[in-house]
């Protein structure tokens, strides 16, 4: 399977994407769990550090694909291919927006407000990061079945 430039660059941040939420997830089971004491110092150094290793990956995997696949330039099926890609991920976003409010309308009208506030924003948070990431996934997926498929 002969890949183009902006198929190999889509599966190049695909595979990050996956891989470094993954790693969040490995690194939140503790305090979702309890395993971990669920702190604002305790959270910094792995928001930090997932934002830092993106960016990294990010940069050294494009920079590979470029070396490997050379220049390529971004035309009018590019753009289509990304406008129709990105509104159904963005419906996805949104979905996950509505049910990150929902949890917090529904927690606080049922008066099932936590001990800690800190806890509830800790669950909001996630699931927030997490419609974010399938938001993104599905834009990948969606681009590389739009390539394949023939725009």
Request: with cysteine; net charge neutral; charged share 15%.
């Amino acid at each position: 399977m002969d890949l183009s430039h902006q198929e190999k660059s889509i599966l190049g941040s695909l595979i990050v994407t996956l891989l470094v939420f993954f790693y969040y997830c490995s690194r939140v089971v503790g305090f979702a769990t309890g395993a971990q004491e669920l702190t604002i110092e305790a959270l910094w150094p792995l928001v930090l550090s997932i934002v830092v290793i993106v960016i990294i990956v990010e940069i050294v995997a494009h920079i590979i694909i470029a070396a490997l696949a050379g220049p390529a330039e971004r035309d009018e099926r590019d753009r289509l291919i990304d406008a129709m890609a990105s509104r159904i991920a963005y419906l996805v976003l949104g979905v996950g927006a509505f049910i990150a409010v929902f949890h917090l309308v529904l927690t606080t009208m049922l008066g099932l407000v936590f001990a800690k506030p800190l806890l509830r924003d800790f669950w909001i948070v996630n699931i927030l990061i997490f419609s974010i990431t399938l938001a993104e996934v599905t834009k990948f997926l969606l681009q590389l079945f739009y390539y394949r498929r023939g725009v």
